[in-house]
């Protein structure tokens, strides 16, 4: 399969400091693929550099074969690089099917859609029930965004980020805070979100990267430390060394580890 999203020497220095490293990565179109890596890795700095929040120190950045490196952040999102963030961010007061029909209008650039009548927005009521009933949110959409449970919430973001079509979908650490059953139910979401697109993914727990993964590529201090499926990096004794030397020993057993990294050097 082609690489949808790739990097060359991606690199970011914050006074000094390296956070990311001469980062070369080759994303598959299609695949699921997982940037794993102890807290201060480098993971959430190079979701920042993908998706153009922040600019890269050196190196570059391709999506669909086109360089991206100094492309605006909204102009990447449009051309179907989009993600999600650590932090769920829905409108609490609206109801869950308005916050998807938002975001449909969203995509269509037309902001001051937002001033009209719901008879003028019925063309979007189609669209936002399949979004819903992917999520598995039918149930939930007359309710206000702001009263859903945390898994619930997430799940209603990943609807959000859906209607915006995204050819590659980044998830930054979709599990954080989750209980085994929001996991489980998070992560079919996932791989059927993941039918028809491409899927980048930093994600804590290793259960996770491991059922839904084809692809793994392991950061330590801001540098590619292997890549692989996930039987190639967990034997790894670089990779093992690299979360035992930072209290993850065992972690695959674990389903709810949270991340510490800070968004600017994570």
């Known amino acids: 399969m082609p690489h949808i999203l790739e990097t060359q020497g991606l690199s970011r220095t ?10 070369n990565l080759s994303v598959q179109e299609g ?6 890596g102890p807290n201060g890795a480098g993971k959430t700095t190079c979701f920042n550099l993908l998706t153009r929040f922040i600019d890269a120190t050196a190196g570059r950045i391709r999506f669909q074969g086109q360089d991206i490196t100094r492309t605006p952040a909204d102009a990447v999102a449009r051309m179907g690089l989009v993600r999600s963030f650590q932090i769920s961010a829905v409108f609490g007061q609206l109801s869950v099917f308005e916050n998807v029909r938002l975001a449909l209008q969203r995509r269509r650039g037309h902001s001051m859609d937002w001033w009209r009548s719901d008879r003028a927005l019925a063309v979007y009521d189609e669209r936002t029930r399949e979004l819903l009933d ?27 980020t859906l209607a915006l079509e995204p050819r590659v979908l ?26 028809g697109r491409t899927v980048l993914m930093v994600e804590h727990n290793l259960s996770v990267v491991a059922d839904l993964c ?25 990779v093992v060394e690299a979360y035992l030397g930072h209290g993850h020993a065992g972690q695959r057993k674990h389903h709810n580890t949270r991340s510490g990294e800070e968004a600017s050097h994570g």
Do not use: C
């Not at 914050?14 to 980062?23: E, L, R, T």
């Not at 992917?134 to 609807?159: D, I, T, V």
């Not at 084809?214 to 004794?237: C, K, M, N, Q």
């Open 14 to 23: 914050f006074n000094g400091f390296h956070a990311v490293s001469n980062v």
């Open 31 to 36: 695949s699921i693929h997982a940037l794993i």
């Open 134 to 160: 992917e999520a598995g949110l039918s149930a939930w959409a007359g309710h206000a965004a702001g009263e859903l449970p945390y898994g619930r919430k997430r799940a209603l973001e990943l609807a959000t």
């Open 170 to 195: 980044l998830l930054d650490e979709p599990m954080a805070g989750m209980g085994a059953e929001d996991i489980a139910h998070a992560a079919s979401l996932i791989r059927q979100a993941a039918r």
């Open 214 to 238: 084809d692809r793994i590529t392991v950061l330590a201090r801001g540098e590619v430390l292997a890549e692989g499926d996930y039987a190639t990096v967990s034997r790894d004794p670089r």
